[in-house]
């Protein structure tokens, strides 16, 4: 498909894929998801999570054994595994300040202020709590990446029946100061996919909303 959808054509075009075609997502496809993803809102602008792009098979069938055992996870045209930032949050503020300050032309007083506004919300984070607040931001993310592979055309599959610390320990994660949150293989459903024809199970409106 070469043509990119809007947002509500995407969500209806979209589901999650359980099996994928042997077609690659091409080079300029896959960054120009990336990009899209990037552009995502984070807490403070600060985008604590890094997207790992797997392509070797090898790697891929490693990870089964902490997939459930879920094929799609091996066979797809890319996994990417969304990994929470872990380092230190003090040095995430202070680059975040530098390329603000290249970016913006922001004052040394402004910086100064919105440097300590930052950290008193986030610097006291324990590792637990830093992870559930980048996991947090991992997700925002990660919606902006199934609307926006929609968009080009791209099938996903968000995976959270997966175990994270099996994950960190074959893509040696922690050494990079990162932990593992969920995987989303792409790439083009398999014209056998069951899953493509589904019906969509939603609730209605009066479910979801409250108004108050
Ligand atoms: C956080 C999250 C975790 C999920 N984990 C899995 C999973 O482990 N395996 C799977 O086949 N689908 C998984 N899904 C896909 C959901 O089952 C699917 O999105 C949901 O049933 C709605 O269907 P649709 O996305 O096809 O519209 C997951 C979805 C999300 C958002």
Redesign the pocket.
């Given at each position: 498909m070469n043509t990119e959808l809007n947002v509500s054509q995407s969500l209806t075009w979209?589901?999650?894929a359980?099996r994928f075609s042997d077609k690659k997502v091409s080079q300029t496809a896959l960054e120009q998801l990336l990009t899209m993803t990037g552009l995502s809102a984070s807490s403070y602008g600060l985008q604590p999570y890094k997207i790992i792009v797997i392509e070797n098979p090898k790697i891929k069938e490693s990870l089964l054994a902490h997939s459930y055992e879920?094929k799609?996870v091996a066979a797809n045209s890319h996994l990417l595994v969304l990994a929470a930032d872990m380092s230190n949050v003090v040095t995430m503020v202070s680059s975040y300040m530098q390329s603000l300050a290249k970016t913006t032309g922001i004052t040394a007083l402004q910086q100064q202020a919105m440097r300590e506004n930052m950290l008193a919300s986030l610097a006291n984070m324990d590792p637990e709590q830093q992870f559930q607040w980048a996991s947090a931001q991992v997700?925002i993310a990660?919606g902006t990446l199934l609307v926006s592979a929609a968009s080009l055309g791209i099938d996903s599959?968000?995976?959270?029946?997966?175990d994270g610390r099996g994950y960190d320990e074959v893509l040696a994660l922690p050494e990079r100061n990162l932990r593992t949150v969920?995987t989303v293989p792409i790439g083009y459903r398999h014209e056998d996919d069951v899953?493509a024809n589904?019906t969509?199970?939603r609730k209605a409106l009066h479910e979801l909303i409250v108004e108050i």
């Open positions: 979209r589901y999650a359980r879920q799609k997700n990660l599959c968000p995976i959270g029946g997966i969920i899953s589904a969509k199970v």
